[in-house]
T-cell receptor
Framework: AQTVTQSQPEMSVQEAETVTLSCTYD???????LFWYKQPPSRQMILVIR??????QNATENRFSVNFQKAAKSFSLKISDSQLGDTAMYFC?????????????FGKGTRLHILP | GAVVSQHPSWVICKSGTSVKIECRSL??????MFWYRQFPKQSLMLMAT?????????EQGVEKDKFLINHASLTLSTLTVTSAHPEDSSFYIC??????????????FGPGTRLTVL
């Protein structure tokens, strides 16, 4: 069975600083996707970034980037130049690439506070 | 694109009544829809997976007779909480996915429905 672990329940950083959120996962699959989702106070789930396991290059979306270490099964999220609007719950998630019914496995989340 | 709506966004009901929550994919056809439950400050808990035209697959521990799911079309799935009790009070979120391989298996999430059972 697949598992996703986020070891940081809560973090706080000053605005404009860089912060890294940790995530590790466990799977025997070779083809899969990894995601970081953001859930702000509105509770709308927003996809931040997606990584395909077969791609060695780390995904980047503007101020958000990941450090994907497949052998170590690690998938951390780096937020550069953090902004107040980045305050949210962040979930790391995993899904297999095969089978259309496949579910997303979520970590327990990291609550991130950006301080003014 | 890829917008998912939920209705209602907030509902209060009396204990013993049933409540229906709708989930719609507005600009794409969703072959698969998922229903989650989220308690305060916790992660999303998958309740069930539904494919259009077939019975939903429920996760272990989820009562299928209590949480009725109907995926009647490629753009609509409904969750009915039957004989609701205060312990059913929670935040319910749906998500929708396009066909196999499309969008990298990405799920698009609705804004959620807050259910309060008195």
């Amino acid at each position: 069975a697949q598992t996703v672990t986020q070891s940081q329940p809560e973090m706080s950083v000053q605005e404009a600083e860089t912060v890294t959120l940790s995530c590790t996962y466990d799977t025997s699959e070779n083809n899969y996707y990894l995601f970081w989702y953001k859930q702000p106070p509105s509770r709308q789930m927003i996809l931040v970034i997606r990584q395909e396991a077969y791609k060695q290059q780390n995904a980047t979306e503007n101020r958000f980037s990941v450090n994907f270490q497949k052998a170590a099964k690690s998938f951390s999220l780096k937020i550069s130049d953090s902004q107040l609007g980045d305050t949210a719950m962040y979930f790391c998630a995993f899904t297999r690439r095969t089978n259309r019914d496949d579910k997303i496995i979520f970590g327990k989340g990291t609550r991130l506070h950006i301080l003014p | 694109g890829a917008v998912v709506s939920q209705h209602p966004s907030w509902v209060i009901c009396k204990s013993g009544t049933s409540v229906k929550i709708e989930c719609r994919s507005l600009d794409f056809q969703a072959t698969t829809m998922f229903w989650y439950r989220q308690f305060p400050k916790q992660s999303l808990m998958l309740m069930a997976t539904s494919n259009e035209g077939s019975k939903a697959t429920y996760e272990q521990g989820v009562e299928k007779d209590k949480f009725l799911i109907n995926h009647a079309s490629l753009t609509l799935s409904t969750l009915t909480v039957t004989s609701a009790h205060p312990e059913d009070s929670s935040f319910y979120i749906c998500s929708a996915r396009q066909g196999l391989g499309a969008g990298g298996n990405e799920q698009f999430f609705g804004p959620g429905t807050r259910l309060t059972v008195l």
